[in-house]
């Protein structure tokens, strides 16, 4: 294409199933760390590791791997790299503000309030990503934003992680779990096709590589071999952590049964020892 013109908004629809398959695969597994997260909080104490495994599998995976498969997606006349610093920055965001939510949210009783402020900061921190990750590629092309579409987006990612924190602390089993990562993967790929949508990409003639950069050919199938293995990392560990928790729990209730007084047989409670 000549320089100043405008690339056509297209996409390969293999690749976006694909970083929806990634965006469903990191909700289901951040949604197995909120409940872990809330028997904790309903155990007295929230340790540090499914805060991480949230913050990873949502804003690591679901959100950060799914949003640079949406970008290899987009059909463009060139290849895209991305700046190192960028691209490392936009997962430290996205994971960080995920992280932030779930421990926010889950310290304490549920609450809708609670869960309105935890899902404002991670839409806020989901847009950021999706926003810092745009700013990393390097291309031959600059982008023209439409404002009322960059808003949408924005607005798009407060709801979307306002409804997904709800999601993830009021699941009970399985299928609800299921159907709970779909529609988050529905609303995290949303965001991002509106993201991509705002930004016209107008062809130049010159390729700004601004530093050191990576490939971007290779960088989402990278993306999603590794959030891959560290999902499957992930569920390994809840699955032990689960097994744990009950045995810790069978314990207690061991304990108590143990410790209760025994009555005596034919006795009953309140009944007088001496004569009538």
């Known amino acids: 294409m ?7 908004l297209s996409f390969d629809g293999g690749l976006v199933a694909l970083s929806f398959l990634i965006a469903a695969l990191g909700s289901y597994v951040a949604l197995l760390a909120a409940a872990g997260i809330r028997a904790e909080t309903q155990d007295g104490e929230i340790r540090g590791g499914y805060i991480v495994i949230g913050a990873v599998a949502m804003g690591g995976v679901g959100i950060w791997g799914m949003h640079f ?95 997904a924190l709800w999601l993830a602390f009021n699941t009970q089993n399985e299928r609800q779990r299921i159907g709970a990562a779909i529609l988050m993967a529905v609303a995290v790929c949303g965001m991002h096709y509106t993201g991509a949508a705002a930004g016209a ?5 010159k390729n700004d590589a601004g530093g050191r950069y990576i490939g971007g050919a290779m960088l989402p199938y990278i993306a999603f071999a590794l959030s891959i293995v560290t999902l499957l990392l992930m569920r390994w560990h809840l699955q032990r952590a689960s097994q744990r928790f009950r045995a810790r729990m069978a314990q207690r209730i061991d304990s108590i049964i143990e410790s209760a007084p025994v009555e005596a047989p034919g006795r009953s409670p309140g009944a007088s020892a001496g004569p009538g």
């Open 201 to 205: 990409v107008i062809c130049t003639a």
């Open 2 to 8: 000549s320089p100043g013109e405008i690339v056509p």
């Open 69 to 163: 498969i949406g970008m290899l997606a987009q059909n463009l006349p060139f290849e895209v790299g991305y700046q190192i610093g960028l691209t490392i920055l936009s997962f430290l965001v996205a994971a960080g503000f995920s992280g932030w939510a779930f421990w926010y949210v889950g310290r304490e009783r549920f609450s809708f309030t609670r869960c309105l402020i935890g899902g404002c900061a991670a839409g806020f921190g989901v847009a950021s990503m999706h926003y810092v990750g745009m700013s990393a590629a390097r291309m031959p092309a600059v982008l023209l934003w439409n404002l009322p579409l960059v808003v949408l987006s924005v607005l798009i990612a407060v709801v979307a992680a306002t409804a």
